[in-house]
């Protein structure tokens, strides 16, 4: 099984790993966060006569009234980081509960990880929570937080100084289920071996690969259908993006990402730390505070800049590596 996995992931580039994860002791708690979370974000909008009504209601109805009456989005308050750019010392709070963290450090996440990137492991700090409405705005149709993921390596979101040196492998987990009707990922299999390629500035600040609209017409894709309970892991020259939420339901994820311990994360602004090692000595992490004061330590060092991280696309100063159709 485990030799499979890794023969997978070499070959396509992606391994969907069935039940990894326990719903109860896994994926309830982040969902019971999330739920929580909500309710904050209803407090501060509603009458309280209007709140006890509201909390009888179902997760998903109460995020709908919440958008509906604020008009606003909240991808930023339901992320597992704090945003990329804001405007300058303004404190967004950011979704860092304790049952992430211990999603982050599962043993059964590790296990996969190890099969790909070896014992010595490394949390990398690029990593998002994704809470995707259904028929969401023009605006954000192309915004990877709320509405459809560009296509990108995921090599491509990295710096200089992790481009081409990290061993970075990403693990996609759902908190519903997913498929091609509410805007599971799309895939090129074996995309995996077409290096690092052009990437440019897409909607929203994303990086997005150069001619991507040429990838519809060239390739063979793949829909990344995933259970409740399963991971996907992903190579880091993987082209992938997501589909649009044609559903009627909100699609929830998140995506984590490790490293071989020690080597750059692409993104040093931001935490990284040791979560698996033969010498317990290397994890100098032990505990759920000291991971959101990591973050939080991060984010207002970043407060006056208005941004976390830049992004620094891979762009080569000749067009050999414009995605064009010798990828087919
Ligand atoms: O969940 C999504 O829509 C996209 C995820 C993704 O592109 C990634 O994890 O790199």
């Known amino acids: 099984m485990s030799k499979k996995i890794k023969e997978n992931f070499n070959k396509k580039g992606f391994a969907i790993v069935k039940n990894v994860l326990n719903y109860k002791s896994d994926i309830k708690p982040v969902l019971n966060d999330l739920d929580c979370k909500l309710n904050t974000l209803i407090g501060k909008y509603f009458t309280t006569k209007e709140q006890s009504r509201l909390c009888k209601l179902p997760f998903q109805d109460r995020y709908f009234i919440l958008t509906k009456k604020t ?20 404190y967004i709070e950011y979704f860092n509960p304790q049952s992430i963290f211990n999603l982050l450090k599962s043993k059964k996440i590790l296990a996969v990880v190890q099969k790909i990137i070896g014992k010595e492991i490394d949390s990398n700090p690029i990593q998002t929570f994704r809470v995707k409405e259904p028929s969401v705005a023009k605006s954000n149709y192309m915004d990877g937080l709320i509405g459809r993921t560009p296509w990108h390596q995921d090599e491509g979101t990295m710096n200089n100084k992790g481009r081409f040196k990290t061993d970075l492998v990403t693990v996609w987990i759902p908190f519903t289920k997913t498929t091609k009707k509410n805007g599971c990922m799309l895939a090129v299999p074996g995309s995996n071996k077409f290096g690092l390629i052009n990437h440019c500035a897409g909607s929203k600040g994303q990086v997005e690969i150069k001619n991507s609209e040429l990838i519809h017409k060239n390739c063979k894709m793949v829909p990344l259908e995933a259970e409740i309970g399963d991971i996907i892991i992903l190579n880091k020259r993987l082209f992938h993006c997501s589909l649009p939420n044609n559903s009627k339901n909100l699609r929830i994820s998140m995506d984590l990402r490790y490293n071989k311990a020690g080597q750059p994360s692409g993104r040093e602004s931001l935490p990284s730390f040791c979560v698996k090692s033969r010498n317990k000595k290397n994890i100098k992490l032990n505990n759920y505070q000291e991971w959101v004061s990591l973050w939080d330590k991060s984010y ?3 407060l006056k800049k208005g941004y976390t991280f830049k992004y620094n696309l891979p762009i080569y100063k000749h067009s050999k590596k414009d995605y064009s159709s010798k990828y087919k």
């Open 71 to 90: 008009k606003k989005t909240f991808h930023n308050v339901f992320n597992i980081r704090p945003p990329q750019k804001f405007e300058k010392n303004e």
């Open 300 to 302: 207002k060092r970043s």
